[in-house]
Every structure is written in structure tokens, then in C-alpha cells.
């Protein structure tokens, strides 16, 4: 039997490093022990039985809106919202039905880190065209991670990247680029702003196809002065040069432990550092997925409203794209607070303490009860109930229940779906302890 | 915070120290309690509205006949004629005539070139900074830690909206939130179970405890409540996609003051209300998408004001307005700004002294092409603290010394 500390830190790596275990997994990775369990979670495999064969989402350049009162404004406006439905369904069901879950996890980090919203960019060709590009790095090099961002046609139309001119430079993408992508904010000056925003001209953006040109006449191609070296940049070689300095492998391991290990305590081992010496996101990722910091109870994290949805889907054995009201979905993550593609800033989401509202706990409840009318049970349902607790917790991945919620749940012993829904909102689920 | 102080601060706060006052309630007690306690008439409430993305306070309060203004931003200048006199060469943005009626009324104080030392450009830097008043790291907001200033009780701060802002966080206790579409409290078997897993127990964690809390505050906050907000407010947005949407903030302002006028007139026991509007970072094509959203944050307030005066609760409500910082002088290239300093912040109610306060940073002499910072926040907050909930301000603000003298 493993003891409870086994089963936090089994329950971390498969709660934050994936998303939660499907029906029987959590068990058989118990029996493995963690070492090997870790080996298996923390490194992708290059194929994915579900994935390779998933296609792509039904998104295309729809081109520009047609004018309000013009007979093809209905059809426009309805492939519009079918398009940004395919693209969401899509990527949860990625989530969801992937074999291994880790590339899932972090390309969903780095849409959190990269924060594009669909709010502004209004399109789904470019969003799905970012979200790929994410994924093809999401364990990958961070170097060519960036470099492929700032030219990303997304993330520029959101930040005004096209509108940043030689005469008049436009702030607001070099400001992020240095703040919230790249090395953390204050290391670097309000000059530093103002001589990267030069280096980012002379890229345009179709807003529809997501394409991105870049025209060296309108690009500021003299020599800028940027955190003390003075030399002609463009887009790439600014973000190569951003992503060599050593502020910013402590900024990615930052984030990377504020979402994985805690937002609440500051990174306190700065070796883990040193793993992301070549900027290789997989090799810091398993270091920090084995790092003896996910040992102590003390980190403990809320799950964020994908969090849970997508861990609770797992378990249930629910297709999000199958649902019998899929827009019930997205309308639940919407009150959550947390729907794909649509941060509620550039900052990315928050953590911890604000998933936990009353309204979110309201929220919960409704939504498992939704869920849990459409789940497989048959985990729990098909076991005499003097086994429904112990088989409860293996199923969802949770350490231990507390006496607590042992009362509500012998409450509701002989009801399955009532104990499920009670689970999946009790605090040992909401919380990754 | 250290990590050594950090975790032993979370022990500290553990299960034990919370879990005994959770023990035995149930919705009667709870929905009795709230219901029998309505807030005493002549108790100040403070409405917070917070203006995300950082609002151009240049074009908001705008010294129009100012030479140096016209030339300075060319293209997002407004002229004398298209905007509302305030008197001392300033003028009200022209979209934000119900303000400007309020302001004619005496009720309005404008407190110019708020900021604070050393001013921080990034939306989320600065934002922490105002909300939590404290330069540098912080865990909680100014007004999380006046609610822990309190005796507990769920309803004495409410954010309208899904999730809680740092404005509200308590290290121990937080405010409320208030979804927008009513809420619909479980019933039957799976409240009464529900309300079981409320119960903080021995072995919680911070974060589990936390969760407990929530789901306990579930019951209090919405059986008091729900029948004010018999219909579900509507969904719909009240602004179109407007550009500068990148830095937060809700977009259904006027929805959010009307389910607080709702609840204000009910008489909530509730002394702060927090709402917010996102849209306010206008890198580009400023004008157009600011005048929209000024004139959002006008109407709802002199609707808020006027609902109040309907109410038994006029003399109590004061509406408090700010953004995280103001934007730049000069327009950019693409018609817009980028982000700056100092800015103004409102104070709206018949217990201000309406008039301007503070010096309107000068045009000629700006600091490194930005406007200086005349006012510290802090100043308008120790007031608000003393005045308006009734604490003193160095429970929450440390040795702060300054005041803006706003309150009759």
C-alpha cells in the first residue's frame, strides 16, 4: 500500500504534469512506483495513438466581414461561430483523449504564458495557427519557441504590432515581450522599451489569415541601444538576443514553478536553473516535474477551472466534442472564468486563490451535476459500497479524504452519481494538495 | 516574504486555527442571521470602480484650451468645443455628460496627477500596487486586509463578477464574488451534502480550507440574496469589441452597478462593492474606443447615483473611480497612446466636497515626456479609511501620513 505522501506526490505528477488520470491509471502508476511513473509521465513520446490521428479543427480564412446590412453577413456571422466552436472542441478533446498528456499540459502553459485572446484577435484561422505553433515547441527549445512568437501574426495583432511604425513606435508588444515573455518585470528599463519597440517594425499582419510579411523599408534598421548593447535588431535576432540573457532562464523556471509547484512559494532552488542552460523547456520541465520541492505538502495548488474540467472529463469518460450540449461547456468555463483562447489578459490566467469564490463554487457544483448525467460511473456503481470510497479516491487521483468529506460522502454511498458529484467538488479534488 | 516566514505562516493559519467557527450551521441560521442584520441607514458604503488597461487621463479631464495639449497630440486632441467645462481650464471627456451633471451638482471631487513615486508601466505591476497599496510584492489587497480588520462575515465586501480581485485578498479572509446571472443554490439531499463538505476539517490545507469557505459562503451570501435577483440579469455586453483589450477588466459595467443598487437598496450588509471595466490600454485608434467606454463608466454611475436617490442610501453611497496609470503625452503613430503616469481619480457622492484637488500635472514640464505625479494614492485611500469605513488608516496603510481632505 503506498503511504499518503506516495500518493500526493503520484497525485501531483499526474494532476499538474497532465491532466489527471483516466479510470485505472492512477492504481497501476502507484504500483510502478514513482521513479519509473515519473521516466513515463515527464517525457512525450513522439507519437499519440489519439492525437496523430485527430485532423485539424474546420477553420479557414473567412476574409473580411461583409458589410452590416449585405445578404452574406448571416452566413459569415454563423461559419464564424462554427469555426471558433470547431477550434475550442477540438483542443479539449486533444486534452481530454490524448495518451500522454504532458505535450497537452504545457501547450496549454504556454497559451496561458503567450496569452492571445480570441476577444480582439476575432479570428480562428490565427488563434489555431498559434496554438500549433505552440504546441510544436511545447517541449521543445525556448529560443526558437520565441523567435517563432514574435513574428507570430496573433500575438502581433493583438499586442498593435502592426500598427508600430518607425515615425511613431507602439510600445505595447516590446513592453510584453520583455515583461511577461521573455525576462520578467524590472529586468530591464523604460528605455529598453522604447529601443525595442523600434526593432519590431516593419511587420504587417492579415488579420484573417493569421499571415505575417515583414517589409525591411518600413523596419527601424539602425543600430538601437538594448540592456547595454548597441547593434541593428530585427524581430528574430531580438528575441534571440532576449532569450540568451540569464534573466531569462530564471524567468521561464519562475513561471514554470509558479504553475507547477506553486504561485503561492517563491522558487527557492535556483539549480533547477541550470537544466534550462540550453533553453531546452522538456529538460527543465522533467527536472522540475522530480524536484523535491513536489514532496512538500506545503505546495499546494487550487486546479484551475480547465484544471478540473478536463481532469473530471478524463475520469468520467467524457468526449467534450460528444457532449449532448457542448455549448454547456464552454458556457460553465465561461462562468469558471476560464475558457480556451479567451484570457482575460496578456498576463495569462490567475492562480490559486481566485479559482475559489463563492461563485465558483457555485459554478462547480452545477457543472459536475451536468457532467456526472453524462459519465461512465461504472468505476464506482459496479463495487458494494463498503469499497466506493477507497476506488473514489484511486479514480480521481486524490491523496486522502479527510474525515470531512468521508461524513458528506457516506451521505451519499449508495448513489453513485451523487458521489461522484460531491467528489469532484469536495476541497481534496478542487485543490491539487 | 521569506520561504522559511512563508511556511510558517501557513502553519500558523492551518486548519486548527480555522476550522472552530464552522462547526455547526446550517442555511436557516445562516439566511436568519443575514436577514435580521440589514445595514443600519446612515453606514457609508464605498462603490469601487476599477478601469482596466490604464485610462488616458489626459483625454478624461482635458486642459482643451491648452496651446501645449493641441500640439502635443495632434490627431487625439479634443477641442475646447467638443468637451464639458470643469472650470481651471479643464474639461469633462463630451461623452461623460451624466458625470458632468454630478460634478454641476457639487458631487463630484476630482483629485488630479494621482500616482505614486517612481511610477511602474506595466498594467500588472501597477495594478498590484494600487490595489494592494504596497510597492513591492504583496499577498493582499487594501481592502482584503480592512475586511480582516473586521469581525467574519462574507458579505461585508463583494466583487460582482466570477473572479476575485487582488483589491479584496486577505491573507486569512477575502471578499466575496457575486456572479452576474443570479445564483442557483443547490437544493435538497445534495445542499444538505454540500453544506457537510463546507465544514473546514483538521487536516485542510491553506488552499483546502480556503475552498471550504467558499462553498460554506455559497449558502450565506445566496440565500440572502437570490430573491433581490429574482431575474437573471441580461448577458449581453454593453460595448462592442473595442480596441485596448488586452489588460482585463469586465465589460458589462452598467450590469454590474445595477445588481449593486439592487442589493444597496435591499440593504445588504455589505460596506464595499468592487466593479470593474477592462478596455481602457488604447495603443491604438484611442479616441473613438475611450469616448465608448467613458461614456459606459458616466452613464452607469449617474444611473447608480440616481437609483440611490431612490433609495433611503444616497447620504451613504461614495463611488470611487481609478486606473492603474495614465498614458503618455504624445500619441503614437497609430492614434493611440502608450502607457504613462500619473491620471485623475474620481470620487462621486453626497458626502464628497465636490471641486478638483491636487495640482493638474503641467504640460510644460513634464519628466521624461510623462506627466508628474502631484497626488500619492494613498492619500485618497487613508481618507477613504477614516472617513467612509470608519477605520484608522494605519491598520491597513502602516505610517502613512498624507489625507486629500474629500469628505463633508
Known sequence: MASVAERRRMARLVHRFGFGPRPGEFESLLSKGFEQAAEQYLIAPASDAFADNQGSPVVSDQGRRPAPNSPDVVAYATQKRAQLSSLTFWWLDRMVLSEHSLRERMTWFWHGHWATSYQKVDDALPMYLQNERLRDHALGNFTAMSSQMVIDGALIFWLDGQTNTVKAPNENLSRELMEL???????????????????????????????????????????????????????????????????????????????????MNPLTDTTLISSFASRDIGALVKAIGKHASLDDPNNSMVKSPIDWFVSAARALSITPSKFSNPNSITNYLDQLGQRPFFPPNVGGWPADQAWLSTSSAQYRIQFAERLVREADLSPISTLAANSRLDALANWLAVPEWSNRTKMALNGAINDPARLTILALCSPEYVVSA | MDTITRRQFLKATGAGALG????????????????????????????????????????TVVPASDPLYQSLRPGIAYKPED???????????????????????????IVRGVGYPNPDRSHFSSMAIWQSAIMGAAKTGWLGRWVESQPEDPMLAISLGSVLPPLLAGNRRSGSVLPLGGLKVPRGSLASDCIKLAIESQGDNLLQSMAARTMRNLFTVSSDITPILQSPAPAAPDLPTALGGNAGGETNLSQQLDIVAKLVAAGAPTRIWSVSLGGFDTHANERGAQAILLGVVSQGISKFMSQMRASNRSKDVVVLVYSEFGRRVRANASDGTDHGTSGPVFLLGERVKGGFYGEQPSLSNLKSDDLAVTTDFRDIYASVLEKILSTPAEKILGNWKGRTPLFI
Open chain 2, 20 to 59: 472552530a467557527a464552522a462547526m455547526s450551521l446550517s442555511i436557516e441560521e445562516i439566511a436568519n442571521a443575514a436577514i435580521s442584520r440589514p445595514l443600519p441607514p446612515g453606514t457609508p458604503i464605498l462603490v469601487v470602480v476599477t478601469l482596466y488597461g490604464g485610462n488616458d487621463g489626459l483625454n
Open chain 2, 83 to 109: 468637451v464639458l467645462p470643469l472650470g481651471e481650464n479643464l474639461s469633462l471627456n463630451g461623452s461623460m455628460t451624466g458625470m458632468h451633471s454630478l460634478w454641476n451638482r457639487n458631487q463630484v471631487a
Open chain 1, 181 to 263: 515573455f521573455t525576462l520578467g518585470v524590472n529586468r530591464y528599463s523604460e528605455e529598453d522599451v522604447k529601443e525595442t519597440a523600434k526593432a519590431l517594425t516593419g511587420y504587417r499582419v492579415n488579420k484573417t489569415s493569421g499571415a505575417v510579411t515583414y517589409n525591411p523599408r518600413q523596419h527601424f534598421s539602425a543600430a538601437i541601444k538594448v540592456l547595454g548593447t548597441q547593434r541593428s535588431f530585427d524581430a528574430n535576432s531580438l528575441s534571440d538576443f532576449l532569450v540568451a540573457r540569464d534573466d531569462c532562464a530564471l524567468f521561464i523556471t519562475e513561471r514554470i514553478w509558479y504553475r507547477f509547484v506553486s504561485s
